[in-house]
C-alpha cells in the first residue's frame, strides 16, 4: 500500500498569512505514460464530510478559490493557501489514487493563530 | 443539484449484519463510478469499497480490512448504491460516506454524502 505522510499535523497561522502543507507518498504517484500524477487533496470543516480542492496535483476544482494551489511530482506535494481566511480553518487530506487500495494522509488540522 | 444521501446505519452488535444505502440525484447514476469511503470518531478517512460503472464491467474493489465481509453493489434503475457489511467488528465503528468520483478519473471524490454513522458494540 501507498503509505501517506503528512507535516504538519497542526497549523497556526495569521489571517492574510500564507499557509502550507506538505504531503510525501512512500513511492511515486506519478504515471510517466501520461505525465500525470494521481493525487489529491481535500478540506473538511467541522461536521462536513470532505471537499475536492485539487487533482491530478494541481488542478483546482471548479469554484474553489484561487488562493488554493497546489504543487509537486513524484512522491513530493504542496497545498499552499495564499492568504488565510477565516472560512479556511478546517483538517486537510491528501490521497494517492495511482493504485487501490487508495489511501490519505492523516490529516492537517489548520487554525487561525 | 448533486446529492447523495446514506441511509441504513446505527448501533449492531459485532458479528451481525447491516446494509447501507446511498440514494444519489442530480446526475445521470449509471455513467458515474461510486465509492465508500468512512471516518472513525475523531480519525482520518479510509477508502474501503468502490464499483465501476456497467459501462466499465461494473466490477468492484475493496480494501483489505473488509475484503471478504463487505459487499458493494448498484442498481442503477433506482439510483441506488449499497454497502452489505457482514461480520461487522468494533473497528468498524466509522461515519461511512458514500461518495462519487469525477468523470475526470477514478477514485477523484468530487461529491461526498453528510453520511452515516455506524456503531458496532454489544
Known amino acids: 500500500d501507498i503509505v501517506m505522510t503528512q507535516s504538519p499535523d497542526s497549523l497556526a497561522v495569521s489571517l492574510g498569512e500564507r499557509a502550507t502543507i506538505n504531503c510525501k507518498s512512500s513511492q511515486s504517484v506519478l504515471y510517466s505514460a501520461l505525465n500525470k500524477n494521481y493525487f489529491a487533496w481535500y478540506q473538511q470543516k467541522p461536521g462536513q464530510p470532505p471537499k475536492l480542492l485539487i487533482y491530478?496535483?494541481?488542478t483546482r476544482e471548479s469554484g474553489v478559490p484561487d488562493r488554493f494551489s497546489g504543487s509537486g511530482s513524484g512522491t513530493d506535494f504542496t497545498l499552499t493557501i495564499s492568504s488565510l481566511q477565516a472560512e479556511d480553518v478546517a483538517v486537510y487530506f491528501c490521497q494517492q489514487y495511482y493504485n487501490t487500495p487508495i489511501t490519505f494522509g492523516q490529516g492537517t488540522r489548520l487554525e487561525i493563530k | 443539484e448533486v446529492q447523495l444521501v446514506e441511509s441504513g446505519g446505527g448501533l449492531v452488535q459485532p458479528g451481525r449484519s447491516l446494509r447501507l444505502s446511498c440514494t444519489a440525484s442530480g446526475f445521470t447514476f449509471g455513467d458515474y463510478s461510486m465509492s465508500w469511503v468512512r471516518q472513525a470518531p475523531g480519525k482520518g478517512l479510509e477508502w474501503i469499497s468502490f464499483i465501476r460503472s456497467k459501462a466499465y464491467g461494473g466490477t468492484a474493489e475493496y480494501a483489505a480490512s473488509v475484503k471478504g465481509r463487505f459487499r458493494i453493489s448498484r442498481d442503477d434503475s433506482n439510483s441506488i448504491a449499497y454497502l452489505h457489511m457482514n461480520s461487522l467488528k468494533t473497528d468498524d465503528t466509522a461515519v461511512y460516506y458514500c461518495?462519487?468520483?469525477?468523470?475526470?478519473?477514478?477514485?477523484?471524490?468530487?461529491?461526498w454524502g453528510q453520511g452515516t454513522l455506524v456503531t458496532v458494540s454489544s
Open positions: 491530478w496535483a494541481s
Open positions: 461518495t462519487r468520483d469525477a468523470s475526470y478519473g477514478d477514485f477523484i471524490i468530487d461529491y
